[in-house]
């Protein structure tokens, strides 16, 4: 183990203990003091991570797979670049296994299961979380039961001083990789009752950065370093949403419109000293939802929400060869067009027995279809079409000390091709149960566990994708069990102390037939596979403190997690036993941030400990190396008149540190980005 491993997990686990805060509300929504990352007190029976409000501000972070980094148990897997993909893994379970909601429903993806948390701007978003298992609550869909972990990002909804009905955000940002990235909001009353509001925003840079790609021998000599500049991960993307909200008697309701528009290289995987490729993607991704909550009387509640979506996608693929089975060359020229669409209902009904049991009940339909246009493929196109009903059972108990939840979820899939070959049906149940108990009344301290049992079904792409697609896929089922605590202290006369917090949990998981993706030197073309069982343990640690010396205010996070997932499919292969891919065993993040009057200071740290890329087994070859990377911001508000504005100024990889999160995917080095912003 390196001597800078050492320190590092040594500092980590040093002021883990020492460095916590308290969130002392219930509302994830409401600015919190000195709490950059917080965990939920007792009501949260299930563990939660969160960021919002200014918090979300002060991140050197573009996107929400960049906040999502922080979070103790989340691996982001980063292809480089601003174009790059971007994904999210929690607890080494699989992207298919994360539920990602966007204010309320499910972003959704039947041809691959990828959600590219990259195209999510933080501009607009007033809250990020992060739930192991599912939310403390029963009022939720069928489908929020179904997720292995969920996360959930609230966009900023309208909110007016007394005496305007109007409000207008401008923000130019820019950055060294050349970066364009003007966008606007705009929030407006419509009566006392409704308001709206609109906000975009364009983004362009030709991707190009500088990077040092090293790499050597077994034995230790060099094969080749250099120093070079990354090629086609350029982007040119457009979103703009607009939203309208309202209350009405018991009440409230809202409906949504999005449209993303973007065109990126896509760039490849440098092996054999190939820099440089032709893969092309243009994305145009359409939704419009909403959501009606209604109290009908005192006991019964209920909750109904929709989706409609349509997602077109076109992959380019030139000049790019491989090496096929007889060890001919083979091209793989593509020119691929997709059209997915998807359609969503969900019913939700909630009742409160008495003051301390509820029952839920909810019905889910989703329907998916996927068209597609590929030349240069001599296979017919399958054009799959899926029809799925999901119905979950759910009640709640609170009996002061305990509190408990226990969910029964019924999944009923049903599939067929253009033929009408129809797929075997798939009926399946999956239980959770939860508790907390907290044994003290006199102290924050809160004890919780739960199981879980989940189930995700191949994606079309898994089971029909022409050259990877294997329709003898089998589906994944993945068991985990969670024990876990929270201690939580405010303190109220402390000359330098202002709260206190700590968070800790040990999980196990257990996985049959997993499925694994992995690139075959395309962003856009995967090898799916059953890997079979996967067993998985690990600890995730999250801590707070927030401080004060006279008018500096500090906030400090830390979060540290160990993780093991290890194959335990076939005894007698050589991998028996080994790490699954690009899992390291430990990983932490640190975070530090000061404000003064109207400055803010921001650092931000993060370690990725040692793992093994896509290889068959854990030898020296396949290891990829630790990285870390420094980060700060500065930020300074003041006021022109009646105008309120903020500058800030932010260095990441500060210490231009040459680091890949995918092996053979350089991330730049050290990078500049300048942002302004208005309000009116």
Known sequence: MSLLKKSVLFFLCLLLPSYVAAQTSIDSLQELKAVIITAKPFTEVIPVQSLSGQKLER????????????????????????????????????????????????IGNAQNGVVDMGRFSLDDMESISLYNGQKSEIFQSAKEFMSASTVYMWSKKPKFKEGKNTNLTLRYRTMSIDYINPSLRLEQKLSDKVSMNVSGEYQKSNGRYKYHYKRVFPDGSTAYDTTAIRKNSDIEAFRIETGVYGQITDGSWYAKLYYYD????????????????????????????????????????????????????????????????????????????????????????????????????????????????????????????????????????????????????????????????????????????????KPFEDYDFNLRAFAKRSFRMPTFNDMYYAQVGSSTLKPEYMNQYNIGFTYARQFNNSPFFDSFTLQADAYITRTKDKIIASPTGSLFRWMMSNTGKVKGRGIETVANIGMHVGKVKLATNLSYTYSSARDYSNKWLTSYGDQIPYTPWHSGSAVLNTTYKTWDLNYSFIYVGKRYNGGVNNIPVNRVQPWYTHDISLQKKFHINDIAAKVSVEVNNLLAQDYEVIYNYPMPLRTFRFTFSIDL
């Open 262 to 437: 973007s065109d990126r290289g896509s760039p490849g995987a440098i092996v054999a000293g190939k820099f440089s490729d032709g893969y092309r993607q243009s994305d145009r991704s359409f939704f419009a939802q909403g959501r009606l909550t209604k109290d009908i009387d005192e006991k019964y509640h209920l909750q109904v929400k929709g989706k409609f979506s349509f997602d077109y996608l076109h992959y380019l693929a030139q000049d790019t060869t491989e090496v096929n089975n007889e060890g001919a060359k083979e091209s793989l020229w593509s020119n691929d067009r997709y059209y997915q669409q998807e359609a969503y209902l969900s019913v939700i009904n909630l009742y409160n027995i008495n003051s301390w049991w509820d029952v839920s009940l909810s019905a889910d339909y989703q329907w998916n279809k996927l068209n597609g246009t590929r030349k240069y493929i001599k296979t017919k196109f399958p054009y799959p079409r899926r029809n799925s009903i999901v119905a979950s059972l759910a009640t709640s108990v609170d009996l002061g000390k305990v509190k408990a939840m226990a969910s029964i979820v019924g999944n009923y899939i049903d599939e067929s091709v253009k033929d009408d070959t129809k797929t075997e049906n798939k009926r399946v149940v999956t239980p959770a149960a939860f508790i907390g108990y």
């Open 59 to 106: 991140m050197n972070s573009l996107s929400v797979a960049d906040a999502l980094r922080y979070f103790a148990g989340v691996q982001v897997k980063d292809y480089g670049g601003l174009g790059g993909l971007k994904t999210i893994d929690v607890r080494n379970m699989g992207t298919h296994h994360i539920g990602n909601f966007y204010d309320g429903i499910e």
